[in-house]
């Protein structure tokens, strides 16, 4: 939206972002990029000091390498998400649609505060387990949320009973 593009990576230089940033009438400082990196709860984005960069950790909406590692995942992960997807879901499983991967989180907590982003929700569990011991790979993003191509259904139960 701001005209910038970032490398193969998914980085961005800071230089430019600030660039960017002004050329679009927002007056952003590098002190505002490095609060706003600190202060972001979920911890979306990491700045490289020594080369001056900056990038999502994970969720973009373009092709990137992010460089992960595949990881073995605990044995249970957790997705949370509108109960108006669920039929669906049961159907044909988890999919990244427009994202890089499938976001998963190591506990109920954050998979209720992500579903609840949208109203109301149901929280699925994943049997990470067996999906890894059927060969699907798992890795881990800088800011610990799970990622995955796809969660095939049979890998899925409601942890929520969903309303009526």
């Known amino acids: 939206a701001i005209g910038v593009t970032l490398d193969d990576g998914g980085w961005l230089p800071i230089p430019d972002l600030l660039a960017a940033l ?16 600190a202060a972001n709860d979920k911890q979306r984005f990491s700045i490289d000091a020594v080369h001056d960069r ?21 044995s249970v992960l957790y997705h949370g998400t509108p109960i108006r997807n669920l039929s669906s879901i049961l159907i044909e499983g988890l999919t990244r649609q427009s994202r890089h991967a499938v976001h998963l989180s190591s506990d109920i907590a954050t998979a209720h505060k992500v579903g609840a982003r949208r109203g109301e929700h149901v929280v699925l569990c994943v049997d990470a387990a067996a999906m890894h011991s059927a060969g ?9 949320v799970w990622l995955t191509e796809t969660v095939p259904p049979r890998y899925l139960t409601v942890l929520d009973d969903p309303p009526g």
Do not use: K, M, T, W
Request: no cysteine.
């Open 136 to 144: 699907l790979a798992f890795a881990i993003s800088a800011n610990g």
């Open 54 to 74: 900056i990038r999502a950790n994970q969720g973009h909406s373009i092709d990137v390498d992010l460089g992960l590692l595949p990881a073995r995942p605990p």
């Open 22 to 37: 002004s050329a679009s009438g927002h007056s952003v400082s590098r002190s505002d990029v490095a609060r706003i990196v």
